[in-house]
């Protein structure tokens, strides 16, 4: 597949000075007195994205995403490095970008088609239709300044969408819109990807890099630490903004102890190694069993639609926790997140469990899932979302349905119908 997107070594540097007249006092001597510290909020980027691909990318606040983006659309020029593509881009950066808050919105429609390079004549002819997905109403009169962000993103994802371009950029733009929008930009999205535009976004949401993308990269701190499958790249992301949070949360005075517990003993079972895809945490607890059994508590893998099943989860804890949190997750086969809850949301708290002590979780449910294939992910955690231990696609099961049905769920719709005729009257015709 040809490559439509090439980042070669690409680096960013910024000055940073303490006082606003150290930036005078350094350039008044030529440089030889410097006066800053240098940032690089990019080193060394390097990759190549193939046409008619969409590729995430995802990593903590400040780790640089919003900078390549910008340097790939040509906003910003690179310390060293370049960027090379083939076809036309069309960007949503941060909101407002490319917008004169002082032009109307119509204004602001012919200002960022002619920068795209749409005569006037061209841009009327896509009018309409960047009007219909917008839905701003008489809004489009109005000076932008006086728009909501949900409005900003609405005018500026029309006209970006609307450019049909080879290459469409999005950074964190979604995330503003309501339901209804952001359903609508993730319809279009789709049609996009099936035309075979190229599409790269930023995104905090694992569940849309799961449903949109062949393919995420991890950035932190300035580089690239993760390129590749999905769920691979957003496991290590999430790993990464746990051991952040466990830095953060280890100068917090631990909670007050009590010798509030219960019993358990596994003495007489037998505990199987567990197979998994992924496994991370800080080795506070360690999973040692998960289960799914149907009524009779027999291990099934095999489910009927509707069925009640239990997911039964035993973990040991290696400190002492007070009120430690456990959890499972279902993903379909897409790894797409279909389900999930724990003990604190279900509000079964353990009060203070001490080193050695082994928890267990029972959820029972009703599994109303669609048929095909889906897996369960585990955690145990503290109450601040501090990884304890995390394994995911630790079982794997199937949902079997005896009539056919769509999507990854079963509503279990029932459905009435009955044959109407119009009155004679109204029809105009002798019934």
Request: with cysteine; proline share 3%.
């Amino acid at each position: 597949m040809a490559t439509t997107l090439r980042v070669e070594n690409v680096s960013k540097q910024y000055r940073i000075y303490e006082h606003p007249g150290d930036r005078l006092k350094e350039s008044l001597t030529r440089g030889r007195w410097k006066r800053h510290r240098e940032f690089w909020a990019l080193s060394d980027i390097s990759f190549e994205i193939e046409a008619g691909t969409t590729t995430g990318i995802i990593g903590p606040n400040g780790s640089g995403k919003s900078t390549l983006l910008q340097i790939i659309t040509g906003t910003l020029e690179p310390t060293h490095g370049g960027v090379y593509h083939e076809g036309r881009i069309a960007a949503l950066l941060e909101l407002g970008a490319g917008f004169n808050p002082e032009f109307t919105g119509l204004e602001n429609i012919y200002l960022n088609a002619a920068l795209m390079g749409f005569s006037r004549s061209e841009t009327e002819e896509r009018l309409p239709e960047i009007k219909r997905f917008a839905e701003i109403g008489d809004f489009l009169s109005q000076p932008v300044k006086t728009y909501s962000s949900g409005m900003y993103i609405r005018l500026a994802f029309a006209i970006a969408v609307s450019a049909e371009p080879e290459i469409l950029i999005i950074d964190e733009a979604l995330s503003v819109g309501d339901a209804v929008f952001q359903h609508r930009c993730l319809r279009r999205i789709k049609q996009m990807q099936e035309n075979g535009a190229t599409i790269l976004f930023v995104s905090h949401d694992p569940h849309s890099i799961r449903a949109l993308c062949s393919r995420a990269i991890l950035l932190n701190g300035g580089r690239m630490e993760g390129d590749g499958d999905p769920t691979d790249v957003l496991n290590r992301y999430r790993e990464l903004i746990m051991s952040r949070e466990a830095a953060y949360k280890a100068s917090i005075p631990a909670a007050p102890e009590t010798d509030e517990f219960e019993d358990l003993s596994l003495m007489d079972e037998r505990i199987e190694p567990l197979k998994y895809t992924y496994r991370h945490g800080d080795g506070s607890a360690e999973i040692l069993s998960v289960e799914l059994m149907d009524a009779a508590r027999r291990v099934v893998d095999l489910v009927e639609t509707g069925e009640p099943v239990m997911v039964r989860v035993r973990a040991q804890l290696n400190s002492d926790v007070s009120d430690p949190v456990c959890g499972f997750l279902i993903r379909n086969r897409h790894g797409i997140h279909v389900y999930g809850t724990n003990t604190e949301i279900q509000q079964a708290d353990y009060g203070f469990v001490r080193s050695g002590q082994v928890i267990e979780a029972t959820f029972s449910f009703n599994c109303w899932l669609g048929a095909g294939e889906f897996s369960i992910t585990v955690a145990v955690h503290s109450a601040g979302a501090i990884s304890f231990d995390w394994v995911d696609d630790v079982v794997f099961f199937r949902v079997m349905s005896g009539f056919p049905m769509e999507g990854v769920a079963n509503l279990n719709a029932s459905v009435t119908t009955r044959r109407l005729s119009l009155r004679a009257d109204r029809a105009g015709v002798n019934l």
